[in-house]
């Protein structure tokens, strides 16, 4: 039903209760964006007003899966395999050649590397992580390797998990590397099953305290173009739950247009040969 009187007040209550839960701001043009989504949703619904609408929302029972409906709505998930790939090589050329050094001169059995894709959506950077570490012969150095991507959108992880990937998706893998690791079916392109057996996808918020919660001891998390999605105070609250997941001497890789400046002082910037990465200091707690 087409909506009459639109309200922005009204519009912007939606607004202010998906900040409260997701951190996600929607300011400038992603206002827009928003807007356009929630009345199309709502003309699209049962509802007939935006405050039936919002009632709905926050307190019918089904309001929670209307919630999950709407991250999957109103996130952007774009993303592609080796996506600024200067910090890929530098993760698989100078940070894990160390790290595996050290984890094999330390005297624990455990001898594991501990990799986190947040907010991977279609799990597109976690994959390109696990393929690096293969084509790099990581993978037989004496140290396991766990990788996970989370996502807040259920959509996305439900893809990752299937592991299917479109063209536009594979546009910036080397056709050597697509040939090797990628079945063409139909329009789509299957990974392989080593590789996807390699990443372990769930659903996390990263504004959630309690959901960041479930991925502790990280020795390596990439957190790219997500960020810019959040104002200033929610980039303090992911930055924190971040922080409190890696292990003292960890790195934080963000997408090369995200900056903790102005947000956090509780991570060093390191340079990379040309690749900047945040690491947690060591004996943090
Ligand atoms: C633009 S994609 C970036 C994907 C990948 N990191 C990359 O750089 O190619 C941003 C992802 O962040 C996810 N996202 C947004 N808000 C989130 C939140 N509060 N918690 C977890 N993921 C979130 C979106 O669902 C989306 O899949």
């Keep these: 039903m087409k909506l009459t009187n639109v309200s922005e007040n009204e519009l912007m209550l939606i607004r202010t209760y998906l900040y409260e839960q997701t951190g996600l701001a929607f300011v400038g043009s992603q206002w827009h964006f928003f807007k356009k989504r929630i009345i199309k949703r709502i003309e699209e619904s049962k509802f007939s007003s935006i405050?039936?609408?919002?009632?709905?929302?926050?307190?019918?029972?089904?309001?929670?899966?209307?919630?999950?409906?709407?991250?999957?709505?109103?996130?952007?998930?774009?993303?592609y395999f080796f996506r600024e790939k200067p910090q890929l090589e530098a993760l698989v050329n100078i940070v894990l050649p160390e790290m595996i050094e050290t984890k094999l001169?330390?005297?624990?059995?455990?001898?594991?590397?501990?990799?986190?894709?947040?907010?991977?959506?279609?799990?597109?950077?976690?994959?390109?992580?696990?393929?690096?570490?293969k084509e790099k012969g990581l993978l037989n150095k004496g140290v396991t390797f766990n990788i996970y991507g989370t996502d807040i959108n259920t959509d996305v992880i439900n893809s990752a998990r299937a592991g299917f990937f479109s063209e536009p998706d594979l546009r910036n893998t080397p056709p050597e590397l697509k040939e090797k690791y990628f079945t063409k079916k139909g329009n789509f392109y299957e990974i392989n099953e080593e590789i996807k057996k390699m990443v372990s996808f769930s659903i996390v918020n990263l504004f959630s305290k309690t959901q960041t919660a479930t991925l502790k001891n990280m020795d390596i998390i990439f957190c790219r173009n997500v960020l810019?999605?959040?104002?200033?105070?929610?980039?303090?609250?992911?930055?924190?739950?971040?922080?409190?997941?890696?292990v003292p001497n960890g790195y934080l890789f963000l997408g090369m247009s995200?900056?903790?400046?102005?947000?956090?002082?509780?991570?060093?910037?390191?340079?990379?040969?040309?690749?900047?990465?945040?690491?947690?200091?060591?004996?943090?707690?």
């Design 51 to 79: 405050r039936e609408y919002i009632s709905f929302l926050k307190f019918d029972p089904r309001g929670k899966q209307e919630l999950k409906d709407l991250y999957n709505l109103l996130t952007v998930n774009e993303t």
């Design 105 to 133: 001169s330390e005297k624990t059995n455990m001898k594991s590397i501990r990799i986190w894709s947040a907010a991977s959506s279609n799990g597109s950077e976690p994959y390109s992580i696990a393929i690096l570490l």
């Design 228 to 246: 810019i999605y959040f104002d200033i105070e929610s980039k303090k609250i992911v930055a924190k739950n971040l922080y409190d997941n890696l």
């Design 258 to 285: 995200d900056t903790l400046f102005k947000v956090t002082n509780l991570f060093l910037l390191k340079p990379l040969k040309g690749v900047m990465v945040y690491r947690k200091p060591g004996g943090g707690k």
